[in-house]
């Protein structure tokens, strides 16, 4: 079973880097600093993660401190998965 940041690097690299395999993306790095992802990638990331786990997430939660790097989405998709 892979972990929410091995599944979250996966759909990046995959949908919205397009395959890019010399893209590096680190755990703490910030998609918006190193221009991982535009506004229509955050929404594109969010309904996939919505998808994926299950989970809804609110406008005031689509933050950089939940989602602008695969650090912060793990903390944030844990901690949404324990409230259900």
Avoid: C, W
Wanted: hydrophobic content about 45%; overall charge negative; charged content about 20%.
């Amino acid at each position: 079973m892979s972990s929410i940041k091995q599944q979250v690097r996966a759909y990046i690299l995959d949908n919205l880097l397009m395959g890019h395999t010399g893209a590096v993306l680190g755990d703490a790095d910030s998609f918006i600093e190193h221009h991982v992802l535009d506004s229509t990638g955050f929404l594109e990331l969010i309904t996939h993660l919505e998808q994926s786990f299950g989970i809804r997430i609110a406008d005031e939660e689509m933050v950089p401190e939940n989602l602008d790097s695969l650090d912060n989405i793990e903390a944030f998709v844990s901690h949404k998965l324990t409230l259900h």
